[in-house]
């Protein structure tokens, strides 16, 4: 009972402390502070400005920054977050290893939270980081367009994605992805083939899903629909690509290397010859298959020792 009381007293205490730190302390102040403090640790490569910065208990304790902007020459557009939240992970305090929480509101049109905490050690002794991203409803338009301007798919995009990896980045990161666009469209636009300009027309699609899991430098989709059988369109892939943590002159980074997947894709027959498709379908009708009267199917492979330096054409299975 006297530590219940000793208990009840120290976390009174501890609210009243806070409340008062918060009173006092003008932490809009320091914005101008983080802002240089952020440009300086990242090389001047970030830039970090927002207009106010406070205490909060929802959705969870911490500090919260309001109208968040994020400038960097590696993105076209500047990442904008109308709210983020940073407070210490729950599931870090509770397990006694240190991590961090990361809420952002109103980001991309939807929400996505961040949560990265040490999980253990390697076996070569190094800490191990898991960092966990949940996202709901975001906006794909604007996150494409942050990167390319060729094209801006449009989507809702739901799902989690999942890495571990050891802190000395020696070996390879583990993970998973799981990821879902509701209402997928994309506008009409050319892509640069290996076979010259193609002009590709404009697709709906009711949902796209990706499953994946990352190992040993291999990100293999165990499972990526596109499209349902309703669609004019619609395919299932499987196989695998190399995805690798490599260290150069600027840290650590991902290296896309080798690709092999299998596709069996489905397209209604009104949609072949309606569409600026005929060219494509065109090429894969070597890999055409028995199907119904209203639909072409076509299963073929697609493999490259490099998907960025050498054309992956269509093969037979």
């Not at 502070?33 to 929802?58: I, N, P, R, Y």
């Not at 509770?94 to 049109?109: C, N, R, T, Y």
Request: proline share 6%; aromatic share 8%.
């Amino acid at each position: 009972m006297k530590v219940k009381k000793i208990l009840k007293h120290f976390f009174i205490f501890l609210a009243f402390s806070l409340i008062f730190f918060a009173a006092i302390f003008p932490l809009g102040d320091v914005s101008d502070m983080v802002t240089k403090l952020v440009h300086e640790q990242t090389q001047k490569q970030v830039f970090v400005t927002f207009s106010d910065l406070g205490l909060t208990a929802v959705p969870q304790p911490g500090l919260k920054l309001q109208e968040v902007e994020l400038v960097t020459p590696f993105l076209i557009e500047p990442l904008k977050v109308g709210g983020l939240v940073l407070s210490p992970s729950l599931l870090g305090l509770l397990s006694f290893q240190p991590g961090v929480s990361v809420f952002a509101e109103d980001i991309f049109s939807g929400e996505a939270q961040v949560t990265a905490r040490q999980s253990g050690k390697s076996k070569a002794g190094a800490p191990m980081v898991k960092a966990e991203i949940q996202m709901q409803e975001l906006s794909l338009k604007p996150i494409v367009e942050m990167v390319t301007n060729q094209f801006s798919p449009s989507a809702k995009v739901t799902g989690d994605i999942s890495v571990e990896m050891d802190s000395s980045m020696n070996d390879q990161p583990e993970g998973k992805v799981k990821l879902t666009m509701n209402g997928f469209e994309l506008s009409s636009f050319t892509f640069n083939s290996p076979m010259g300009p193609l002009p590709l027309p404009e697709v709906k699609l009711k949902k796209v899903s990706v499953d994946g899991v990352l190992k040993d430098g291999k990100l293999s989709f165990t499972r990526i629909q596109i499209g349902e059988s309703s669609d004019a369109l619609n395919a299932q892939v499987e196989g695998q690509m190399d995805l690798r943590l490599q260290q150069g002159g600027g840290g650590a980074q991902f290296a896309l290397g080798a690709l092999d997947i299998t596709v069996d894709l489905t397209a209604k027959q009104a949609f072949l010859t309606s569409s600026g498709f005929g060219a494509v379908f065109s090429l894969l009708q070597a890999f055409k298959k028995p199907s119904g009267n209203d639909e072409s199917n076509f299963k073929f492979r697609i493999a490259t020792p490099n998907v960025l330096t050498t054309p992956a054409l269509p093969t037979a299975i």
